[in-house]
């Protein structure tokens, strides 16, 4: 793109942001830089990249051509100042949060989590003398009761995986802001087509780039943003020393992906709201939790915070952990998996597969109920989505 276009819509930006055709042949595509080492022109040379990425490539574990694409391009996406990319979603939680506590600090933390962040909480970063409380961070008063002398971060997912819970984002900052803590907020739910929280005051965003953002189910990838400020000392810190760096392979694969972001998202949007209206008029249905619907709890936030409503869909069948499970081993187009914004829509069983290692109690506090279902809508021809769940919904005998 040249200068002088200041782009007003996503559509736009998922397609140009952070990205020019390769100044030396015009390559339109990102080439995929398959390369570990960079040369040096000096020792001068080679020392200067050694100390700082901001001199330019020294070695892939601390940057890549790639990697820079996609970094950049979602900065811009979600108004960040720079991004840094991961192998995982999970690797970029654990670089994030390893590198900003230390032994003595406390973080308050979404009751509703990623199974594994709630682990990272939980387990290891305990052993490294981190402490925590999970609390339910729909209700701020209990979020800002749980702050101690020693809180340095308030980390919440948004919507949360897997109950579609909402956490009010400025709500969050203003707390945040009040104690001088870190505020830090997985999007991978809502990608920065549904929401932006940078803009509005939370310090780092981060996502599972193996969901919407790839959108295909065929790479793994996690990335931060942030200020610049930051990125550089992640890069410098638990990117260097504990690698977790993302294959440029991936990152070509996820910079595609994200070309598309809008145009699947609307569709997994437009089908999500027709399948959890579908869910929540029929019989054998107990609950439905999909943010678009009156009957969530945070609807009204929804309206506010988000610009549309997502593509994940929660619900309960009537008769339990039994019942959920007929329904799963019946359905024919709808695949049994625990991916989720891949275009092909899945379907999992929190309690017996993502969150099986959390405690039963935790899980439950947290709403993750025996008999919940977490469905990732895709973006097949809803009918037959919805023909698919009715057949499947009709095997199971109350
Ligand atoms: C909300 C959320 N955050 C983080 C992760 C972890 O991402 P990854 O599987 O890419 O490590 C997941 C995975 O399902 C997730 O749903």
């Known amino acids: 793109m040249k200068e002088g276009m200041t782009l007003k819509g996503i559509g736009s930006k998922v397609v140009h942001l952070g990205q020019a055709s390769d100044p030396t042949n015009g390559a339109l595509s990102t080439p995929i830089f398959l390369t570990s080492a960079y040369e040096f022109n000096s020792v001068e040379d080679g020392a200067k990249k050694c100390e700082s990425y901001n001199y330019g490539y020294c070695y892939t574990r601390l940057g890549n051509p790639t990697l820079t694409v996609l970094e950049e391009k979602v900065a811009a996406l979600e108004g960040a100042e720079a991004g840094l990319s991961f192998g995982s979603g999970v690797g970029a939680i654990a670089a994030y949060l390893i590198s900003q506590l230390k032994a003595g600090d406390h973080a308050v933390v979404s009751d509703t989590t990623y199974s594994a962040s709630h682990y990272l909480f939980e387990t290891t970063l305990r052993k490294f003398g981190v402490e925590c409380d999970f609390v339910d961070a729909t209700d701020s008063e209990k979020v800002e009761k749980a702050i101690r002398p020693n809180t340095r971060m308030i980390y919440f997912e948004t919507p949360a995986n897997p109950t579609v819970k909402l956490v009010d984002i400025k709500e969050m900052v203003r707390i945040a802001k009040k104690y001088n803590l870190a505020t830090a907020v997985d999007s991978t739910f809502g990608t920065p087509y549904l929401q932006r929280p940078i803009e509005m005051g939370v310090d780092v965003v981060i996502h599972s780039a193996t969901k919407y953002l790839c959108g295909h189910g065929d790479a793994m990838g996690g990335i931060i943003v942030g200020s610049k400020k930051l990125m550089d000392e992640l890069r410098d810190d638990t990117m260097k020393n504990m ?42 249905v107990e609950r439905v939790f999909y943010p678009g619907l009156p009957s969530h709890p945070q609807h009204e936030l929804a309206k506010t915070q988000m610009d549309d409503f997502g593509g994940m869909v929660t619900f309960e069948v009537k008769g339990g952990i039994e019942a959920g499970r007929k329904l799963m081993e019946s359905v024919k187009m709808c695949v049994l998996a625990v991916n989720l914004g891949d275009v092909v829509t899945l379907l999992q069983h929190p309690a017996s597969m993502t969150h099986w290692y959390v405690p039963k109690e935790e899980r439950l506090k947290g709403g993750i109920t025996d008999g919940l279902v977490r469905m990732s809508v895709g973006i097949e021809s809803v009918e037959d989505i919805i023909y698919d769940l009715g057949q499947a919904l009709e095997q199971i005998q109350v």
């Open 243 to 284: 690698g977790g760096t993302l294959g440029p392979m991936e990152a070509f694969l996820i910079i595609r992906g994200i070309k598309t972001l809008e145009v699947r998202m609307k569709k997994h949007c437009e089908n999500a709201m027709e399948v959890a209206k579908f869910l929540e008029s029929h019989p054998k």
